[in-house]
């Protein structure tokens, strides 16, 4: 048997998470979007990066002290030199390229020396009614030691002159802002005529900030923001009640290891220094940037702002009235066939009405649902809780461990609790990603099962924002194996094997390898040979090392990565058939669809809708579900909404190359996004 021949390395997923950010920051430079929007994607990275250090950077860390210590710690500095010009180039933008631009529209950030004497006046009086009786400036001594600083908060650091009340020279102190402070504030029309004037919380304390300290002169300050490991730690071979120990780990949270320390560029070294010894940090966790500490909190000047001119356009979702007419019965409907429904091009309202259709109907015995990020604010919550009330069976099935959105379900599954619905939390150890709801309803002396499954969250925000694809079914395959899944969530037992749904952890990533392996086979045999796969992320190996062996046998592959590939595409022999791209828009890509072809045939190809990206987390340590799309007409819609256009979008679209940059596709061709939005009327 001949051998493989040999295939290239991986790229890095960290340099992979930080180029995608590198997108984002250039729809930020794009003079063809609204100048508010690109505000708003500054702030968009900034609170990508967050995360990428609370949580990637976090592990990398770890993964780094426990592997190989040269090549690890070579990988660390360059991931996090590649994360310093990164930040640099941010804060660049903002400053260079929009304030000059906002501030053409009338829209200012003034700081101390930008206000004049009646400006100043009004801030002096907002300083000291609304910000000074919440500040606590803590001088350092042995008595008084560094205060715990919470991930992520707004805080001063000062070097002062003097001598304290007591006589004694101790010369730092520490300012914490608490979070209920508004960072930025609008000053009165009056005060500003002709503009929207605006100031930034840092400044206001930086001007009065020797007020803090009577009878001492503040000779040095920074602001400083330290980002911490956030990821809940939860013994599973340990924990008796995952609640509890949830809601214990959600008050650690904000003081886990420190990964990361900001300070503005003015920060003296001996205070940048003294900062990092107290976080126990290398000099390259240190970020000196060029502005304020937090860009995330520009949103609430975005928020302010009166410019309807300087945002995109409304978008009102549309009610898919020829699939599912307002005026009959969703369930009726369901019994002729399947609905697609394609967020946020269409509305995510019949998801609601479905649900809510199910609470107000007699005949409805039981509703099943899984909950991964829904928030604090919810109308299918809500439902199901109603639900319950009326009598009716309620299962959720709520995931207490959705990164940063634990608190929410929490307060959520106390609440199902308390009216009598029945709440598991998965499985111990598995995160439950799947996206499912399930309805049993009487007919006619039987049961008939209608669901939905989704490859996004129950949240109606975000799906005016994320793209997803949303299934209403009746189809019995489909029901009864959704039906299968919530029993195995809440008695852990063995299933019947699934007639139609793939589940990981036991048989997605399988399948997904072997139908690779059928479109390979096809592709040495000479017959049509396609894989099209849109997802969020590809780091799988083992599904990645497939897919360039199926190059090498001959198969066409496009790949629609949205965020971090780590399949270098391109190389000669080995990749060359291999094309990747991202698609950074309006919208946030989320919808993920695997599409395959091993003939010409109809019944040579296969499309799976999905909740998991081709990760090994999502393969093995999440419960996840995929689907067929096995109507032709809905395969067909598929492939021309979620699929075609995105491979030829030549104005959001960025291509890969083999070393992991990316390129512009084009500037002034076709946006997938955009046509989808204009085809269903927005």
Same mark, same amino acid.
């Not at 500003?192 to 300290?213: C, D, K, M, N, Y």
């Not at 020829?322 to 309202?349: C, T, W, Y």
């Not at 793939?502 to 392996?517: K, S, V």
């Given at each position: 048997?001949? &051998?493989?021949? #040999? ?46 250090? &609370? ?38 933008? +903002? ?124 000779? =040095?300050?920074?602001? +400083? ?7 809940? &730690? ?82 009102? #979702? ?141 949240? #109606? ?28 969530? =809440? ?128 393969? +093995? ?23 075609? #256009? ?37």
């Amino acid at each position: 048997m001949a &051998e493989w021949p #040999p295939l290239p390395a991986l790229l890095s997923r960290e340099r992979a998470i930080l180029a995608f950010n590198r997108r984002v920051l250039a729809q930020a430079q794009r003079a063809d979007v609204p100048l508010l929007e690109r505000l708003r994607y500054i702030c968009i990275v900034s609170s990508n990066l967050d995360e990428f250090f &609370e949580v990637r950077f976090a592990d990398f860390l770890e993964a780094a002290r426990d592997g190989d210590a040269g090549a690890s710690r070579r990988e660390l500095l360059a991931v996090a030199a590649e994360a310093h010009q990164l930040i640099d180039d941010q804060y660049a933008v +903002f400053n260079d390229e929009l304030t000059p631009l906002l501030r053409r529209e009338g829209i200012v950030v003034l700081n101390h020396a930008d206000r004049n004497a009646v400006q100043r006046e009004w801030v002096d009086r907002f300083f000291q009614k609304q910000v000074r009786p919440l500040l606590v400036p803590v001088g350092l001594d042995p008595s008084h030691p560094f205060p715990q600083v919470a991930n992520k908060s707004l805080n001063f650091i000062a070097r002062l002159g003097g001598r304290d009340a007591f006589g004694r020279a101790n010369g730092i102190a520490i300012v914490k802002v608490p979070r209920v402070l508004p960072r930025v504030i609008r000053l009165p029309e009056e005060l500003a005529p002709g503009l929207q004037a605006f100031v930034l919380l840092t400044s206001v304390i930086r001007a009065h900030l020797g007020e803090l300290f009577p009878g001492r002169e503040v000779e =040095a300050f920074s602001q +400083f923001r330290v980002t911490r490991d956030s990821d809940l &730690e939860v013994d599973h071979d340990d924990v008796k009640n995952l609640r509890q120990a949830l809601r214990t780990g959600l008050t650690t949270r904000h003081f886990g290891l420190a990964v990361r320390l900001e300070v503005v560029n003015s920060c003296p070294d001996e205070l940048s220094e003294f900062l990092l010894q107290q976080f126990a940090l290398p000099e390259q966790a240190l970020y000196k940037v060029n502005g304020p500490v937090n860009l995330v909190r520009l949103n609430q000047l975005i928020d302010q702002a009166e410019a309807p001119a300087l945002r995109f356009p409304p978008h009102e #979702p549309a009610w898919p009235e020829r699939h599912l007419p307002r005026d009959r019965s969703i369930f009726a409907r369901l019994r002729e066939g399947d609905v697609l429904l394609h967020h946020p091009f269409e509305s995510f309202e019949p998801v609601v009405q479905f649900l809510r259709e199910a609470v107000a109907d007699p005949e409805v015995l039981a509703i099943k649902q899984t909950i991964y990020r829904t928030g604090s604010e919810s109308p299918l919550m809500e439902a199901l809780i109603e639900a319950a009330r009326r009598g009716k069976e309620v299962m959720v099935v709520v995931e207490l461990t959705a990164r940063f959105d634990e608190e929410a379900n929490i307060n959520w599954a106390e609440r199902l609790e308390a009216v009598g619905a029945q709440v598991v939390y998965g499985i111990v150890g598995l995160k439950t990603h799947a996206k499912l709801l399930l309805v049993t309803r009487r007919e006619g002396g039987a049961l008939r099962r209608y669901a939905h499954l989704s490859t996004g969250n129950y949240n #109606p925000k975000t799906a005016r924002l994320y793209t997803d694809i949303g299934y209403l079914t009746a189809d019995a395959e489909l029901t009864a194996d959704a039906d299968a899944v919530f029993q195995q969530l =809440a008695s852990q037992g063995r299933t019947r094997p699934l007639r139609a749904l793939l589940q990981a952890p036991f048989t997605l990533h399988r399948r997904m390898g072997q139908l690779i392996d059928r479109v390979a086979e096809a592709a040495r045999a000479g017959r049509p040979a396609r894989i099209v796969v849109k997802i969020n992320a590809l780091t799988d190996a083992v599904l990645i090392e497939k897919l360039m062996r199926a190059s090498q046998a001959g198969a066409s592959i496009d790949l629609i990565v949205r965020g971090a590939c780590m399949l270098p595409p391109g190389v000669p022999g080995a990749t060359e058939r291999i094309h990747v791209r991202s698609v950074v828009g309006r919208f946030l890509e989320h919808s993920r669809v695997f599409y395959f072809r091993w003939g010409e045939g109809n019944d040579d190809e296969v499309i799976y809708l999905s909740s998991a990206d081709w990760m090994a987390r999502n393969m +093995f340590r999440r419960i996840e579900v995929a689907w067929p799309v096995r109507d032709a007409s809905l395969r067909q819609r598929v492939i021309d909404e979620c699929l075609v #256009p995105y491979l030829h979008d030549a104005q959001d679209a960025w291509e890969q190359r083999p070393d992991g940059r990316y390129e512009r596709a084009g500037s002034a061709g076709p946006s997938a996004q955009q046509a989808l939005v204009c085809r269903y009327g927005g």
